[in-house]
């Protein structure tokens, strides 16, 4: 058995609602009576599709703007627990485009979970929708000083465990029957971690190469994956 030291370790502070800003994407702490309309409009405008976006949050469908406000105030009344809930914000435009959380907070321990992920149309297959978890992540490290950021799905949610392993999670395993949804279904949970010493070895360099302009043609398009800048960091590191 190896036991491994942690010197001069001190308890973080909370993470508190700040604003983080990006070369595409603002994030801000939510504001109930601000920001809800404004995510149900980003989330689809109606039911099908909002429900249809946050179908994996294992919660009772949403009948209108008023149910996603009783959902947001919810998790807002869990930051004594170390919850907080943001909305994402385009730069050029400032419209709300999706929203996400730290959640599961332990401060003592310097572990967060980046959850209820939620990307409105206008984020899909965009910078933004990267940046926006490069910010988070930065926040959690650098600002706040955090050892470990979690990721966790519904083990059938193929695009958040997609996201995770690009983003630079790493897989952890599957609590099977973990939960019972409020739709009475039954939820296997997939774990992914991003530890403090991966984010400054691969995962920030691999996010910042692949955020700068050099890295889109005049179409705005990638000219190399995420996946594979950070591979390649990964490499040198190895062989150096």
Excluded at 22 to 28: L, P, Q, V
Excluded at 52 to 58: A, I, M, P
Excluded at 194 to 207: G, H, I, Q, T, V
Aim: proline share 5%; aromatic share 10%.
């Amino acid at each position: 058995m190896v036991v491994v030291a942690v010197k001069n370790w001190n308890p973080c502070p909370p993470i508190t609602s700040v604003t983080l800003v990006g070369r595409f994407i603002r994030i801000d702490p939510l504001r109930l009576d601000r920001d809800v309309p404004l995510l149900w409009d980003a989330l689809g405008g109606n039911p099908k599709a909002v429900n249809t976006r946050l179908s994996w949050f294992g919660l009772p469908d949403l009948k209108g703007p008023k149910d996603l406000s009783g959902m947001m105030e919810s998790i807002q009344g869990k930051q004594q627990e170390g919850w907080c809930v943001n909305v994402f914000r385009l730069i050029d435009n400032d419209q709300v485009v999706g929203m996400a959380s730290y959640i599961s907070t332990n401060s003592h321990h310097g572990t967060t979970e980046v959850g209820y992920v939620a990307h409105g149309r206008a984020m899909a297959q965009s910078p933004a929708s990267t940046e926006v978890h490069y910010l988070l992540a930065k926040h959690a490290f650098e600002d706040c000083g955090y050892r470990r950021l979690e990721w966790k799905c519904d083990s059938n949610n193929e695009p958040s465990r997609r996201a995770a392993t690009r983003y630079g999670y790493s897989y952890e395993g599957c609590f099977r029957q973990h939960r019972v949804t409020a739709k009475q279904t039954n939820r296997d949970t997939n774990w992914y971690s991003m530890l403090d010493s991966e984010w400054y070895e691969a995962c920030k360099p691999a996010f910042e190469a692949w955020l700068d302009p050099s890295n889109f043609d005049s179409h705005g398009q990638q000219k190399r994956k995420l996946q594979e800048i950070r591979k390649s960091i990964l490499s040198s590191s190895s062989s150096s």
